[in-house]
C-alpha cells in the first residue's frame, strides 16, 4: 500500500509539474490576485486577454451546474474518501469529479483548487467547465502557464487557432520551457499561414531543444509554409539523424527535395516514408484491435488517482496533513500501479 | 486627431471653428464609411440559402439500419445523386437509402427514393413506377449513359450486391445488374464513378470499395466506458473494383488487368478527373485514414497509382487523413483542376492546389480552405459557383459519426450546421455560413450532397443526405445580378453524356474550365451539366470543349444567362 502511495506521489509530482499548482509556496495564504486582464504586462509586451469561452460552453457550463453535486457537504468538514476499488469507467469518473468539488469547496480561493478542477473535468471529457475552471484559476492567479496550455488546448480541439496562438503565447511568457505548448504555438500559426511568426517559434525550439526531432520537425514544416525549401531541407535532415525512423521528417524530404528538382533524394525518402508509414498504420491497428474497456480503465484509474494525490497536495499545502494523508491512500487504492499503460 | 490639430492654433474661437470642422468632417467620413461598409457588406456577402425542404413534398427519410450493435457500414450510409431521369430539362433527385442490420427489426424495408422535379420547387415520389427502389444497403451513387441510348443509367454501390438500372427512355428503369455482370459480390462499397478510361467511347465503372467488414469480424469497442463505432483501421483495406464496358450492355472486371486491383484502400468518396491535363481520364479515391489512391491513366485504361508522387496521398505535414469525400474544381482559374477533400474532426478539409505536371501543394492555410471544418467531421463537398461572381466556393457538410459523441467529449457534436465558404476570387476563402440565411441554420448528421440548379434561374442549389433523417432542400436565392452560362455535352461519336469532356469558357478577362464528371464528392453525383458564373459580363467569347479522344468543338459569341447544348462535332473549328 505504502508502495502504491508513493507511486501515486510521482504521478501527482507530473501532474503537478504540468499543472499550475506546482507555481505555489506550500502553506501560504493565498492573496486575492486581479484577474489577468488587468494585470500589468511585464515585460511590456501588449496585454493579451483571456480568450472568452464560447455561447455553447458557457450554456454547457451553467447546465453542468445545474446538475446535482455534492452541495450538502460542508466547506471545511473532513470528509472521508470513498473506499473500494471502482469497478467502471463512470464511477472513476465520478470520483474524479467528486474530489475535485470537495477540494474547491475547502478552499475557494486556492487557485490551485480550480486548476484542480480544470485537469479533473478534462480527464472526463468537459472541456467548457475545464475552460472555465482555469479561467477561475487565472483569476486568482495570472501566472498559471499550465491553465494557459489547458485553455489552448481546448481552443485546438476546436480548431480556434488564434486563440491557441493567444493562449500558448501568455503560457510561454510564464515558463518557456513547455515544449508542447511551444509545437502547439508552432503549428497553430502555420494553420493560420502567419509563416514568419512560425519560423520564429520553431527557430526558437530548436535553440531550446537542440536534440528534439520535433523542434526541427516544426521548423521545417513552418520553412516549408514560408516556401522557404532548402532551409526546411536542412530542418527535416536534422530531424531525421536524431531519429532516423520520423515518418513525417522523410515525408517533409520527399516533399522539398522534390520542389528543389532533386528527384532521386526524393524518391529515396518518398520510398522510406512509405515503409514508415505502412508500418505505423499497422501498429495504430494492432494497437486499436487491442485496446479494450480494460485498458481503458486502467488509463482513468492512473488519472483519478493523479487527481486523489494532486488534491492531497493541496490539502498539505494548507496544513491539513490528515486528510492529505487519507487522499494519498485512496490514490494508492485506486491505482496501485501508477506508472500505467501510458 | 483633429483635436490635436486644432490645439495648434493659437486663439480660442479659431480652435473651436476648427473643431466644428472637424466634426462635421468626420460625420461625413463615418457617414461614408458607413454606406460603404453596408454596400461593401451587400457585395461580400450575396450567398443565401433558403431552406425549402418542407414544401418541396418530399418526404423521405434515411435509416442506417442500425441496430445498436454499431457495425461500421452505418455510419458511412449514403450518397445521393441529382440528374435529369426523365429527360425533361429539370433536375430530379434520387436518394439511397440503408437497410435493416442484423438484429435489427423493420415492418417495411427501407429503399432508396427517386423524386420528379415538377416544377416551382414540388417534387413527386416516383420510385416505384420507376422502379428504382432498391432496397440494398445504400452507399454510394453513379449516373452515366451506359449504353448510349440517350437517358441516364443509375448505378448503386452498396454494402452486399451492387445494382445497375438500365433507363428504359420512358420513366421506367430495369434493373440490369445480372446481365452486365457488375453486382460485385458483397462487399462494403464507397463511391462509384463513370468514366471512358480508354477512350472506346462507351462508360466505363469505376467501383469503389470501404473495409473488409462482416457480422463476424465485427470490432464493438469503447472510448470513455461508452460503446462507440469502430473506425476502419479494425478492419483490412480492401481493392475497388474496375469494369470496362463491352459496347453490348455487358462489362468485364478487369481490377487486376488494368492496374487498380494491386492497391488496397479504405474507400470513400472519389472522383475522375483529367488531373494531369493529359486529354485521359484519372482517378482519385479518397481513403479513409490512410493515403489517398490516385490512379494515373495511361490512356488506354492501364493505371499506375500514383498518389504520393502526385502530393494528393496526404496533407501538408505528411499526415494521412480520414478522408471522406473528394470534389474537383479549378478555384483559382488558373487552367488546372484542383482537389477538395473532407475529412474527420480535428483535421482540416484539404484543399490541393494543381501546380502542373501532375503534382500538387496543399493550400488549405494559405487559402482558408479549412475554417470552421476542424472540429468536425466533413463529408460531402462542392467546389461551386454560388454568387455566380466566376469564383468557384466551397459548400461542405458536416456531422459526426458517433451518435453519442457528446458523452465523452464535449468540443464535438453530432449534429452540427454546415459549412459554406466564398472563395474571394484573390486566392483566399471566407467563412460566411453564419450569413447565408436559414439554409445555414440546419443542424443535422449531413453526409451526400449535391449541387444543382433544381429551379433552372440560373443559381446552383443544394440538396443533403442527413443520416438517420428527412433531407435538406435549399434554395439558393443569392441575388446578385451576376450572369451565368450552363452547358450540357452530348456526345455522339465519344460517350453520349460527355463525360470525361474538358471545357473552357472564355469571358473578357475571366477564362474558366470544367469537365464533365459522373460521380463525385461524398459518394454522390451531381453537376453533369455545367454551371459557369460570369459576374457582370454580358457575353461569353468563346466556349471550347475538348472530348475524350481529343476532338474539339470551338463556339463564339456566346449568349449568356441560359442552357446551352453542344453536341459532338458541330462545331468544329476551320484549322
Not at chain 1, 485496446?291 to 488509463?299: G, H, I, N
Request: overall charge negative; proline content about 3%.
Amino acid at each position: 500500500m505504502l508502495i502504491g502511495a508513493g507511486l501515486c506521489a510521482v504521478v501527482a509530482a507530473l501532474v503537478l509539474l504540468w499543472s499550475p499548482w506546482s507555481t505555489e509556496e506550500p502553506g501560504e495564504d493565498l492573496p486575492e490576485q486581479p484577474p489577468v486582464a488587468e494585470a500589468e504586462d511585464e515585460t511590456g509586451e501588449p496585454e493579451i486577454e483571456i480568450p472568452t469561452i464560447s455561447p455553447r460552453q458557457m450554456a454547457e457550463t451553467e447546465a453542468a451546474k445545474q446538475q446535482p453535486t455534492d452541495a450538502a457537504e460542508p466547506a471545511h468538514e473532513l470528509w472521508v474518501a470513498p473506499s473500494g476499488q471502482p469497478a467502471t469507467f463512470g464511477a472513476l469518473k465520478l470520483e474524479t469529479g467528486l474530489v475535485a468539488r470537495r477540494t474547491l469547496k475547502a478552499f475557494p480561493n486556492d487557485p490551485d483548487s480550480h486548476a484542480l478542477m480544470g485537469n479533473a473535468s478534462l480527464f472526463s471529457g468537459r472541456g467548457a467547465e475545464a475552460v472555465s475552471a482555469w479561467r477561475r484559476c487565472l483569476e486568482l492567479d495570472p501566472a498559471r502557464p499550465g491553465a494557459y496550455d489547458g485553455i489552448s488546448m481546448i481552443a485546438w480541439k476546436e480548431g480556434r487557432f488564434e486563440e491557441v496562438v493567444t493562449t500558448c503565447r501568455r503560457a510561454l511568457k510564464y515558463d518557456a520551457n513547455m515544449s508542447d505548448v511551444h509545437f502547439r504555438l508552432g503549428r497553430a500559426l502555420i494553420e493560420l499561414d502567419r509563416a514568419e511568426e512560425a519560423v520564429a517559434v520553431g527557430q526558437e525550439a530548436v535553440n531550446l531543444w537542440p536534440g528534439s526531432d520535433e523542434a526541427h520537425l516544426l521548423l521545417g514544416q513552418a520553412y516549408v509554409q514560408a516556401e522557404e525549401y532548402a532551409e526546411a531541407q536542412k530542418c527535416f535532415t536534422r530531424a531525421v539523424e536524431i531519429d532516423p525512423n520520423r515518418t513525417r521528417a522523410h515525408y517533409g524530404l520527399a516533399t522539398v527535395s522534390a520542389r528543389l528538382g532533386q528527384r532521386e533524394k526524393a524518391k529515396r525518402h518518398k520510398k522510406r516514408f512509405d515503409e514508415l508509414i505502412n508500418a505505423e498504420r499497422d501498429n495504430l491497428a494492432v494497437w486499436t484491435r487491442n485496446e479494450s474497456e480494460a485498458s481503458e480503465l486502467t488509463d482513468q484509474r492512473a488519472r483519478t488517482a493523479a487527481i486523489y494525490a494532486a488534491a492531497a497536495g493541496i490539502y498539505r499545502k494548507h496544513g491539513n496533513t490528515e486528510q492529505a494523508e487519507r487522499l494519498m491512500r485512496r490514490a494508492a487504492t485506486i491505482n496501485p500501479n501508477p506508472t500505467g499503460r501510458r | 486627431m483633429f483635436e490635436a490639430r486644432g490645439s495648434c492654433f493659437e486663439g480660442r474661437e479659431y480652435t473651436m471653428t476648427a473643431n466644428l470642422n472637424a466634426l462635421r468632417l468626420t460625420a461625413l467620413l463615418l457617414t461614408c464609411a458607413l454606406l460603404l461598409a453596408t454596400a461593401c457588406v451587400q457585395a461580400a456577402e450575396p450567398i443565401s440559402f433558403k431552406n425549402v425542404t418542407e414544401q418541396t413534398g418530399i418526404t423521405f427519410r434515411h435509416t442506417d439500419g442500425s441496430s445498436g450493435r454499431r457495425y461500421i457500414p452505418e455510419t458511412v450510409s449514403a450518397g445521393l445523386a441529382t440528374f435529369d431521369y426523365d429527360g425533361d430539362g429539370d433536375i430530379d433527385i434520387y436518394f439511397l437509402n440503408g437497410a435493416p442490420m442484423r438484429g435489427t427489426k423493420v415492418a417495411t424495408a427501407p429503399r432508396n427514393a427517386l423524386y420528379r422535379n415538377d416544377g416551382d420547387w414540388k417534387f413527386t415520389d416516383v420510385t416505384a413506377e420507376a422502379g428504382v427502389g432498391d432496397t440494398g444497403f445504400g452507399l454510394g451513387v453513379a449516373v452515366g449513359d451506359y449504353d448510349n441510348d440517350g437517358d441516364a443509367d443509375l448505378y448503386v454501390n452498396n454494402f452486399g450486391p451492387n445494382v445497375l438500372y438500365r433507363n428504359n427512355g420512358d420513366g421506367t428503369f430495369t434493373n440490369a445488374t445480372e446481365k452486365a455482370g457488375v453486382a460485385g459480390g458483397h462487399r462494403v462499397g464507397a463511391g462509384a464513378c463513370f468514366l471512358d478510361m480508354d477512350a472506346d467511347g462507351d462508360l466505363d465503372l469505376y467501383v469503389s470499395n470501404y473495409v473488409d467488414f462482416t457480422y463476424e469480424n465485427h470490432w464493438p469497442r469503447t472510448v470513455s466506458g461508452f460503446p462507440v463505432y469502430a473506425g476502419p483501421i479494425c478492419y483490412k483495406a480492401t481493392p475497388d473494383g474496375l469494369y470496362r464496358n463491352n459496347g453490348d450492355g455487358t462489362f468485364t472486371d478487369v481490377s487486376e488487368s488494368s492496374g487498380v486491383g494491386a492497391i488496397k484502400g479504405t474507400g470513400m468518396g472519389m472522383v475522375c478527373a483529367d488531373y494531369d491535363n493529359d486529354g485521359d481520364t484519372d482517378i482519385f479515391v479518397g481513403n479513409d485514414v490512410a493515403a489517398n489512391s490516385i490512379f494515373e491513366n495511361d490512356g488506354s485504361g492501364k493505371f499506375e497509382e500514383v498518389g504520393l508522387i502526385s502530393g494528393l496521398a496526404y496533407n501538408r505535414s505528411g499526415k494521412a487523413m480520414a478522408t471522406m469525400g473528394v470534389e474537383c474544381g479549378d478555384y483559382d482559374n488558373d487552367g488546372r483542376l484542383d482537389f477538395h477533400a473532407t475529412s474527420y474532426g480535428q483535421e482540416l478539409a484539404t484543399l490541393y492546389r494543381n501546380m502542373g505536371d501532375g503534382a500538387f501543394e496543399d493550400v488549405t492555410s494559405q487559402t482558408g480552405a479549412g475554417k470552421g471544418t476542424f472540429p468536425h467531421l466533413t463529408w460531402g463537398s462542392g467546389l461551386i459557383d454560388l454568387d455566380n461572381d466566376g469564383n468557384r466556393d466551397l459548400f461542405i457538410v458536416c456531422g459526426h459519426l458517433q451518435d453519442n459523441v457528446e458523452l465523452y467529449n464535449d468540443v464535438a457534436q453530432y449534429h452540427v450546421r454546415n459549412i459554406v465558404l466564398r472563395n474571394t476570387g484573390k486566392g483566399k476563402f471566407v467563412n460566411v455560413s453564419d450569413k447565408c440565411g436559414d439554409g445555414l441554420e440546419v443542424k443535422l448528421s449531413s453526409r451526400g450532397a449535391a449541387f444543382d440548379d433544381l429551379d433552372g434561374d440560373g443559381d446552383v442549389d443544394a440538396v443533403i443526405l442527413n443520416s438517420r433523417r428527412e433531407p435538406t432542400i435549399l434554395r439558393n436565392d443569392s441575388k446578385t445580378g451576376n450572369h451565368w452560362l450552363q452547358i450540357r455535352l452530348k456526345g455522339t461519336k465519344t460517350n453520349r453524356d460527355g463525360v470525361g469532356a474538358h471545357v473552357k469558357v472564355v469571358a473578357g478577362d475571366l477564362t474558366q474550365i470544367d469537365e464533365v464528371h459522373s460521380g463525385r464528392g461524398y459518394q454522390s453525383h451531381f453537376g453533369m451539366r455545367l454551371h459557369f458564373g460570369l459576374g457582370k459580363r454580358e457575353k461569353v467569347d468563346r466556349v471550347e470543349v475538348r472530348w475524350i479522344g481529343g476532338g474539339v468543338d470551338v463556339l463564339e459569341d456566346v449568349d449568356i444567362d441560359r442552357v446551352l447544348t453542344i453536341t459532338e462535332g458541330e462545331h468544329v473549328e476551320d484549322k
